[in-house]
């Protein structure tokens, strides 16, 4: 039976040395991470990751797959040296639970920042990230043979304050195969995965740069690029983020191409073309690998701190007081007010939309749509267009609609023009267009050809495919 909660803190765990439990750090997928104090052996006292697997499931097959994933990883990271990838010291078993010690990492994950700042993160600090993410994507893929490591996007590079980056999660990585034709599973995450992840052929160097340029996409735009097995191509980045550079945007679109041939041949040329974007970039320091004391020595008590050298002082004359002539006393302020241009209501400042008729006094945020289900769906779409039609492909009349539900929908729930999503100055709206099956809100069905005001939040299901409303 597998379990359920994470481990105790204080906890003592015995590979090659002892480790103690201090927090957890956080979990996803497969596994725990905590922070760990190293007890035994040589660097007592300092902190590590510990990760944890933990298959959620009764299902032997599907818990073999996790502990190969697993080894892999392991198998993969212990190989490997090199300042953007952490260090690994330990591997060991314990109560049929496996676990990895490795480097603790200082800082958070770029989704992280992504959901701090709610907006679309700096063009400058993006592309100083991208050009480390291809020196360690360099060094992977010119191994022999080579690592691919086909799970490249935001949540799996860690960055600290200085800058410095750390590519996590080797879960899923594999080395390139020569005359091999696909691989044998197709994994990666929707939004990142390039279109050969989907069983078109095998992975290569290529499918991680697809990986990179799309994780640019999403921190530029604070949106992810739509997934490629849609028959639609993304929209451009700057449509997203109009402030972009053409050469960003033409970086992006270069490494995002869904023809291998079209993308950069490796991740030196691409470096270097970022490189060329960035005049005066000098490298991020990159984090120590020495490991962080628990209690960091403090100076000793009786260390005196060396003196600044004295600096000759120059007197100055005090300055002449002045005295200023009564002044009338200030006329009380007018409260400024916003008026409304639809219907000349006066407002508060503050307010964002006029209290008197709802006129919007901002733009309405982006949105996108999250894909709920089917569960093994775990992407986003961002709604670039007004009206954004929702439906089913037909390739031999020539129509694609916005969001192409087919690949989710073989039974045929979803009518060619089933519905669509309007932006308006107050809001979103979604409508049925008289499709045959209905379009559904919060479960509640909606009238046809009658617009309903979206909320942050809503779900709104088609046939079997559900998705989520996000406003950003």
């Known amino acids: 039976m597998p379990r359920e909660k994470p481990l105790a803190v204080d906890t003592v765990l015995k590979g090659k040395d002892e480790y103690r439990i201090k927090r957890l750090v956080g979990g996803g997928g497969m596994a725990w991470v905590y922070q760990v104090e190293k007890v035994s052996g040589p660097n007592a006292g300092s902190l590590w990751a510990l990760k944890e697997l933990r298959p959620q499931t009764q299902d032997p097959d599907t818990q073999a797959h996790a502990e190969n994933l697993f080894r892999q990883e392991v198998e993969i990271l212990q190989k490997l040296s090199h300042p953007n990838l952490p260090q690994v010291i330990d591997f060991f078993e314990e109560q049929g639970r496996s676990y990895l010690v490795m480097e603790f990492i200082w800082g958070e994950s770029l989704e992280k920042r992504l959901e701090g700042a709610q907006s679309p993160l700096m063009e400058r600090q993006v592309l100083q990230w991208a050009v480390q993410i291809c020196e360690v994507l360099d060094y992977l893929h010119t191994r022999r043979p080579p690592i691919i490591f086909r799970d490249l996007k935001p949540s799996n590079i860690m960055a600290n304050n200085a800058g410095a980056i750390k590519l996590v999660d080797f879960g899923i990585a594999r080395t390139y195969k020569e005359n091999k034709l696909q691989d044998t599973i197709a994994l990666g995450s929707e939004n990142y995965a390039a279109p050969e992840q989907w069983g078109q052929a095998q992975t290569d160097p290529r499918s991680d740069l697809y990986g990179l340029g799309a994780t640019m996409y999403h921190l530029l735009a604070n949106m992810p690029p739509s997934p490629a097995f849609l028959p639609s191509e993304p929209q451009p980045v700057n449509v997203l983020n109009s402030a972009l550079s053409p050469e960003t945007v033409q970086i992006v679109s270069k490494a995002m191409a869904r023809r291998r041939e079209d ?210």
């Open 263 to 472: 993308r950069y041949a490796s991740a030196a040329e691409m470096k270097k073309a970022l490189l060329e974007v960035l005049p005066g970039y000098t490298p991020a320091v990159q984090p120590q690998t020495v490991p962080q004391s628990v209690a960091p020595q403090s100076a000793a008590p009786n260390a005196v701190a060396p003196r600044a050298a004295p600096q000759t002082q120059i007197r100055r004359p005090a300055p002449a007081t002045v005295v200023k002539p009564a002044q009338a006393a200030a006329p009380p302020r007018t409260r400024k007010m916003k008026v409304c241009p639809r219907c000349r209501h006066h407002n508060d400042l503050t307010v964002r939309f006029c209290i008197r008729c709802g006129y919007a006094f901002v733009g309405i945020r982006p949105a996108v749509l999250r894909v709920v289900e089917p569960v093994r769906a775990a992407w986003e779409m961002p709604v670039h267009r007004s009206p954004f039609m929702l439906g089913r492909a037909r390739p031999e009349e020539g129509y694609r609609p916005d969001f192409d539900m087919s690949f989710y929908d073989p039974d045929g729930y979803v009518s060619r023009r089933h519905a669509h999503i309007l932006k308006a100055r107050n809001g979103y709206f979604v409508t049925d267009l008289g499709s045959s099956n209905g379009t559904y809100v919060n479960d509640q069905p909606l009238t046809p050809q009658k617009p309903r005001l979206l909320r942050n939040g809503d779900q709104i299901a088609i046939g079997e495919v559900v998705v989520q409303f996000l406003m950003r």
